[in-house]
């Protein structure tokens, strides 16, 4: 039931612009378990949410690719050039500072909670902004990346960070959903496969299969239903919630902390 409770947490909040870190942080601390530290747990349930990303976006993904592989500098090869610029920031928090980065879970949840009211003033601020329909060019992804690498921070949302920053540039709404989601696959499969080449499966073998493939699963069918809902959401502009409900848990987790 911890193993299916925090894949539900992980799936639902990855997308949703309300922080899975900050989420994992408080709903270890209220539940007492430390069960995402389980190198096989971890593994299993951030690949259910690449998985889910993939399966929303399949069509868009072969799209890419096939319009890629002609090797010439279309629509397509453009798109990838700025998810590989956007990457940029985050790569380099992930080489240089990862150790301080780690730091920063320690359960310390009044952090979490002031970071998450930071997210809420992103959201908020973000949903008042006019839509000035800009493309996303180079210099954007450049800044969303930016605003990605923040994020590493618990409590900082990823999404809510790259869609609130778009938002702010003037980019268009429906284009600023698939561009947050595709380019966080690439450095969320790299972690993993950088864990993989680092780790030690028998690492919290307290955590059984059962459990793992629970959390797995949890964490594929919330996140493909939270995935598919947030795409629909920024279309539609309604993340000033989001901030209202980030300004209400955040202010919970300081006075819990």
């Known amino acids: 039931m911890e193993a299916i409770v925090l894949g539900i947490i992980q799936g639902l909040t990855e997308f949703l612009p309300v922080s899975s870190s900050g989420h994992l942080e ?18 299993a349930v951030h690949g259910a949410t690449v998985l889910s990303i993939i399966v929303v976006f399949w069509q868009e993904m072969v799209s890419l690719i096939r319009g890629t592989l002609k090797f010439r500098m ?10 590989i610029v956007s990457m940029i920031p985050v790569a380099a928090i992930g080489l240089f500072f990862e150790d301080e980065v780690e ?14 009211l ?18 996303i060019n180079y210099a954007h992804a450049f800044i969303i990346g ?6 590493v921070l618990p409590g900082i949302s990823r999404s809510g960070a790259t869609i609130s920053t778009g938002l702010m540039l003037g980019n268009k709404k ?3 959903a698939k561009f947050s989601f595709l ?23 307290s955590v059984g299969p059962s459990a793992i493939i629970a959390g797995f699963i949890s964490a594929f069918i919330t996140g493909y239903i939270a995935c598919r809902w947030m795409v629909n959401l920024v279309r539609r502009g309604k993340l000033y919630w989001f901030g209202i409900y980030c ?11």
């Open 103 to 116: 730091a920063f879970f320690n359960g310390n949840i009044v952090f979490v909670g002031s970071m998450l």
């Open 183 to 205: 380019m966080v696959l690439i450095p969320i499969i790299g972690a993993n496969l950088l864990e993989l080449l680092q780790g030690d499966f028998s690492t919290g073998s």
């Open 146 to 151: 930016v605003a990605q690498a923040l994020a």
């Open 174 to 176: 429906e284009d600023l």
């Open 118 to 135: 930071v997210t809420a003033a992103l959201l908020i601020v973000s949903s008042i902004m006019k839509d000035r329909r800009k493309e």
């Open 74 to 83: 279309n629509k397509e090869t453009h798109y990838v050039l700025k998810i």
């Open 26 to 43: 408080i709903g270890k601390y209220l539940l007492g378990i430390n069960a995402e530290s389980s190198f096989s747990y971890s593994v």
């Open 247 to 257: 300004v209400i848990i955040g202010l919970l987790a300081v006075i819990l902390g």
